[in-house]
Nanobody
Framework: DVQLVESGGGSVQPGGSLRLSCTVS????????MGWFRQAAGKQREWVSQ???????SYADPVKGRFTITRDKAENTVYLQMNSLRPEDTALYYC???????????????WGQGTQVTVS
């Protein structure tokens, strides 16, 4: 049974930092592309970052240079370090997994429950 559990969200002032964690069970990190998505109130869910099966990261333009995605295969956990946070980063952040990094948002196979990030 595949499960993704996020943690690490919270409230922070602009310019602050948070680190999100996504612990997975039921498969190995190296078998899937792992992604972070976010959904702000009244907006569509959007892709934020991903790390492919080979450990190569990529980022959406709004977060480049501020967010860093990493993975710990021993812990089966993916992290999203978020620095220099802005009010527009406020959203519900989701961790997701899929065999293919190139799939559109609505095709990713497994999702966590989400963790709220509020910057104000």
């Amino acid at each position: 049974d595949v499960q993704l559990v996020e943690s690490g969200g919270g409230s922070v002032q602009p310019g602050g930092s948070l680190r999100l964690s996504c612990t997975v069970s039921g498969y190995r990190l190296s078998d899937y592309c792992m992604g972070w998505f976010r959904q702000a109130a009244g907006k569509q869910r959007e892709w934020v970052s991903q790390i492919d099966r080979h450990g190569r990261p990529s980022y959406a333009d709004p977060v480049k240079g501020r967010f860093t995605i990493t993975r710990d295969k021993a812990e089966n956990t993916v992290y999203l370090q978020m620095n220099s946070l802005r009010p527009e980063d406020t959203a519900l952040y989701y961790c997701a997994a899929d065999p293919y990094c190139s799939n559109p948002v609505n095709k990713w196979r497994y999702w966590g429950q989400g963790t709220q990030v509020t910057v104000s």
